[in-house]
Nanobody, 125 residues
Framework: QVQLVESGGGLVQPGGSLKLSCAASGRTDASFGVGWFRQVPGKEREFVAAINWSGGNYHYATPVRGRFSISRDNTKNTVYLQMNSLQPEDTATYYC??????????????????WGQGTQVTVSS
């Protein structure tokens, strides 16, 4: 079992930045990939970014590539999502997820076993 807690969400103006954190506890001695997803009411959960166990391999969804950056600090059991140049369409609840079967970091939500509770990001003037 692993528990994930997201933090860092909030209200930001267009063009602004936020840094989300995903803190893991519990089964953190095993290798696991981490993904960030986002969801707005009435829509399916959308892939944002993922990172492998070592942090050396990561990938992004097209809408956020070049603006968002994912990283991890395994000494702190924390994964980060730096979000720059935020736009209103980035408004969503952001979730992090852990995948112990595929530590490379999948882009498919159904492949993740553990999820955090989400943190709200609102981009508005």
């Amino acid at each position: 079992q692993v528990q994930l807690v997201e933090s860092g969400g909030g209200l930001v103006q267009p063009g602004g930045s936020l840094k989300l954190s995903c803190a893991a506890s519990g089964r953190t001695d095993a290798s696991f990939g981490v993904g960030w997803f986002r969801q707005v009411p009435g829509k399916e959960r959308e892939f944002v970014a993922a990172i492998n166990w070592s942090g050396g391999n990561y990938h992004y969804a097209t809408p956020v590539r070049g603006r968002f950056s994912i990283s991890r600090d395994n000494t702190k059991n924390t994964v980060y999502l730096q979000m720059n140049s935020l736009q209103p369409e980035d408004t969503a609840t952001y979730y992090c997820a852990a995948d112990f079967l595929r530590p490379y970091g999948s882009s498919l939500a159904h492949e993740y076993e553990y999820w955090g509770q989400g943190t709200q990001v609102t981009v508005s003037s």
